[in-house]
């Protein structure tokens, strides 16, 4: 009973956590009109905000965030009694990020604008729009109505009046819209260089999102990398001498102890979910250390993927044996005398908790690994959604074992094996530490690691563990056993030289599209024999200006350096020649790294949310670009404009699919003929 019980709350935490990280749509909207009398109703629009959410009421003032408003295009029917009243009062904290006071709602509101109904049948048009924020980001959105309905109205001629009071208040509402946008549009004009305000219009002016294109996210395909990752990663730690030889014991240890099989099936469940149970609130303690905002510019920051750099070469130093990274023994002595002198399931708890500190020495650097790369892509949810991988993975043969006592004896038995694959590990993160480094290099400029020395030291490490593989060479921690390799070595030092053999051509210039989400740009590469790339613009109104003269539709990239989904889009569908060369025929190409710590020759000062902002980076002011004028913060992000700026398709997303991509491309060539 009690291992059901925890088995419950294991799931239910499960699926309440899995909920939370998938959460797309933040704020879902219920709209209805209730009748109060024979004329008069009321129009009830509930929001059910999501948790960690808050949305901002319709009392903000002037420099804040987009205050909640409902604008009503048509009325028919119907006059609209009195303000906008909620069912609940707003909270009011001090915000730093616009330096005032803010109000606003969470859980659940729902809001109410009275009517009178002048007719039988009258019908109201209109939109809710509102933004909402948590600890992360800050999302904007519409919410469109048509509502329907009837009053107990007799037919008879009325003279058509018209409110004038209202009709004025609409017309100074209109005007006061006007002077906002001329205001806002002076601003940018004074804060930008010359060039933004370019033919026909400024060319920095938000534009509104079409609904033609359907977009992704990257954030469901993400979250399910960083699972499997860490499952492999899992995988690989059971067989390092730290885990491998402790399966056989536990179980036995269970299935002896207990007096029945069940009773030790059940042990050795509880064992498991224990293991998982610590590996992700591990996770979630990381999440919660650095906090959303900080996890997700891990994924660009320079001196963050620096620090992952020189931790991850610590970590191969390690796995060849140099050292050992442990935890202090007394941990592991005083939870081993905690698990002696308990029972039940507190008892297997400190026995799981007592194994994740023993094996430290060979799981440390797996985790630390696989921790820093799911911090590394963005994602709040990253490292705990990791470490369940990585814990199913690693607590799964308990089980399986106990269940099945008669595979214990099909076991491989503790060897040097076991070393060997603490040394391919060492390669394997070796070679991932370079990932790093490049993002830091991409974004300083530094030229140190351009995509041949990335690939040329790719090449020496790979070919490296072919050669140790094959018993070329050793390390110190291999002792000094027979040369003699097994089936498995073998096949697994022909792929590691396969895959090398599969890097060299890089060396002069070829693709690498298998790679791709890895490996520095072609644009990096000083030597290429395989043809020049087409050069992109990287200045988004010297862009605009060539497609002004040229006439073409202008196709934007926003993109990042350090951004895995922008290379695995490039290599997956960029790069393939349907999609190359639709671009290169028919737009310009405007490229930009949101992420460039080049420095601007002055200084940029832009008005945002209310605040002046200096744009120091021309990262700074591509990124800006792309929040003031499509709304959008994340990479990669594509969009499709005609020379006077206007949006002639998408956005389009991470979605690694060819037709959706030309459907993009085509409705933008199409829109642009049409004009």
């Known amino acids: 009973m009690k291992i059901k019980r925890y088995t419950t709350l294991f799931v239910v935490v499960l699926v309440a956590f899995t909920a939370w990280a998938q959460m797309v749509q933040p704020v879902k909207w219920t709209t209805a009109i209730k009748m109060t009398g024979d004329k008069q109703g009321v129009v009830t629009m509930t929001a059910n905000i999501g948790n960690g959410w808050h949305l901002y009421t319709n009392d903000i003032a002037q420099g804040g965030p987009l205050p909640l408003s409902v604008d009503w295009s048509s009325l028919d029917g119907v006059t609209l009694d009195g303000p906008l009243k909620a069912d609940q009062a707003a909270h009011e904290e001090m915000d730093d990020m616009f330096d005032m006071k803010v109000k606003w709602w969470t859980g659940r509101v729902t809001l109410t604008q009275k009517f009178t109904a002048n007719k039988p049948s009258f019908k109201l048009n209109g939109t809710i729009k509102y933004q909402c924020c948590n600890d992360e980001s800050c999302t904007t959105g519409r919410e469109p109505m048509t509502l329907n309905g009837t009053a107990k109205i007799t037919e008879e001629k009325q003279e058509e009046k018209v409110d004038e009071k209202a009709e004025e208040k609409a017309e100074d509402k209109a005007d006061e819209a006007a002077a906002e946008e001329d205001a806002e549009a002076d601003t940018l004009a004074a804060a930008m260089p010359a060039t933004t305000t370019a033919v026909g219009g400024d060319l920095w002016a938000p534009v509104t999102a079409q609904n033609g294109v359907a977009t992704g996210s990257a954030s469901g395909g993400s979250l399910w990398y960083i699972f499997?990752?860490?499952?492999?990663?899992?995988?690989?730690?059971?067989?390092?001498?730290?885990?491998?030889?402790?399966?056989?014991l536990t179980v036995?240890?269970?299935?002896?102890?207990?007096?029945?099989?069940?009773?030790?099936?059940?042990s050795a469940v509880a064992y498991g979910l224990s293991i998982i149970v610590i590996y992700v609130l591990l996770g979630m303690l990381v999440s919660a250390i650095f906090g959303a905002s900080a996890l997700n510019a891990l994924s660009t920051n320079a001196v963050c993927n620096i620090i992952f750099f020189l931790l991850l070469v610590v970590f191969a130093i390690s796995f060849f044996g140099a050292f050992e990274i442990t935890l202090p023994s007394s941990w592991s002595n005083k939870l081993d005398r905690a698990s002696g002198g308990t029972t039940g399931l507190l008892s297997i708890f400190f026995m799981a908790f007592t194994l994740v500190l023993v094996s430290f020495s060979c799981t440390g650097p797996i985790?630390?690994?696989?921790?820093?790369?799911a911090a590394s892509q963005g994602n709040q949810a990253g490292p705990a959604i990791g470490m369940l991988g990585f814990a199913i993975a690693l607590a799964l043969p308990f089980t399986l074992f106990a269940m099945f006592p008669s595979w214990l004896k099909k076991m491989p038995k503790s060897g040097g094996w076991m070393n060997t694959v603490k040394v391919v590990l060492g390669f394997l993160e070796l070679a991932l530490s370079l990932k790093f480094l490049s993002v830091a290099d991409l974004a300083y400029g530094w030229h140190i690691l351009d995509r041949e020395t990335f690939l040329a030291l790719w090449v020496a490490i790979f070919g490296l563990l072919g050669l140790y593989l094959l018993g070329v060479f050793r390390f110190k921690s291999d002792g000094d056993g027979p040369r003699n390799i097994g089936v498995t070595r073998f096949m697994l030092a022909v792929v590691s030289l396969a895959f090398t053999a599969y890097l060299v051509p890089g060396l002069w210039g070829a693709p690498l599209r298998a790679t791709s989400a890895f490996v520095p740009p072609l644009t990096t590469q000083d030597f290429n024999l395989y043809g020049e790339e087409k050069v992109d613009f990287d200045d988004y109104d010297a862009g605009m200006a060539e497609a002004a003269r040229t006439g073409k539709p202008v196709f934007v990239d926003f993109s990042g350096y350090g951004c895995v989904n922008c290379r695995k889009m490039e290599g997956a569908v960029l790069d393939k020649p349907e999609?190359?060369?639709?671009?290169?025929?028919?737009?310009?190409?405007?490229?930009?790294?949101?992420?460039?710590?080049?420095?601007?020759?002055?200084?940029?000062?832009?008005?945002?949310?209310?605040?002046?902002?200096?744009?120091?980076?021309?990262?700074?002011?591509?990124?800006?670009?792309?929040?003031?004028?499509?709304?959008?913060?994340?990479?990669?992000?594509?969009?499709?404009?005609?020379?006077?700026?206007?949006?002639?398709?998408?956005?389009?997303?991470?979605?690694?699919?060819?037709?959706?991509?030309?459907?993009?491309?085509?409705?933008?060539?199409?829109?642009h003929t049409a004009q």
């Open 579 to 671: 999609v190359k060369q639709a671009i290169e025929d028919n737009f310009i190409t405007i490229k930009l790294m949101v992420d460039d710590k080049a420095e601007l020759a002055t200084p940029l000062v832009v008005n945002e949310n209310g605040h002046d902002v200096t744009l120091t980076t021309v990262g700074d002011k591509w990124s800006y670009l792309q929040r003031h004028k499509f709304s959008a913060n994340s990479q990669p992000y594509y969009v499709i404009l005609d020379a006077q700026g206007r949006l002639l398709s998408g956005p389009a997303v991470y979605r690694e699919d060819i037709d959706y991509f030309m459907n993009f491309l085509n409705d933008g060539l199409h829109n």
């Open 252 to 266: 036995s240890f269970f299935l002896k102890k207990s007096d029945s099989k069940g009773r030790g099936v059940a």
């Open 228 to 248: 499997w990752a860490c499952f492999l990663g899992g995988l690989l730690a059971l067989f390092t001498p730290c885990v491998w030889p402790i399966i056989p």
């Open 367 to 373: 985790i630390g690994t696989l921790l820093v790369e």
